[in-house]
């Protein structure tokens, strides 16, 4: 299984980005699908994350201003990012929990990480 994660840049402060990644590869199904982001000298952080049930999570410090949601067909999740600031700036990762067959657990998988940077 891979993940393939896009949609970040260079945005100005108190603009918007969205993510994406999408998952590949033969997999029987797939649970929680999220979004983490880390910064040089910082341990990795949950942003956003959603279950397959359709229950979501987020961060406070991005509570109101980012949106996650996934589309089961395209084995895909999306993170839409409004109201950026400047300490949004990091790597953001996604992570996907797949269960690669019938009988087998969850296993963890996590993209390549895509490069945010809020500054006017």
């Known amino acids: 299984v891979q993940l393939q994660a896009s949609g970040g840049g260079l945005v100005q402060p108190g603009g918007s980005l969205r993510l994406s990644c999408a998952a590949s590869g033969k997999l029987f199904s797939i649970g929680y699908m999220g979004w983490y982001r880390q910064v040089p000298g910082k341990q990795r952080e949950l942003v956003a994350i959603?279950?397959?049930?359709?229950?979501?999570n987020y961060a406070d410090s991005v509570k109101g201003r980012f949106t996650v949601f996934r589309d089961n067909a395209k084995k895909s999740v999306y993170l839409r990012m409004d109201s950026l600031q400047p300490e949004d700036t990091a790597v953001y990762y996604c992570?996907?929990?797949?269960?690669?067959?019938?009988?087998?657990?969850?296993?963890?998988?996590w993209g390549q990480g895509t490069l945010v940077t809020v500054s006017s």
């Open positions: 992570n996907v929990g797949v269960r690669r067959h019938l009988f087998a657990t969850t296993t963890d998988y």
């Open positions: 959603t279950t397959s049930a359709g229950s979501t």
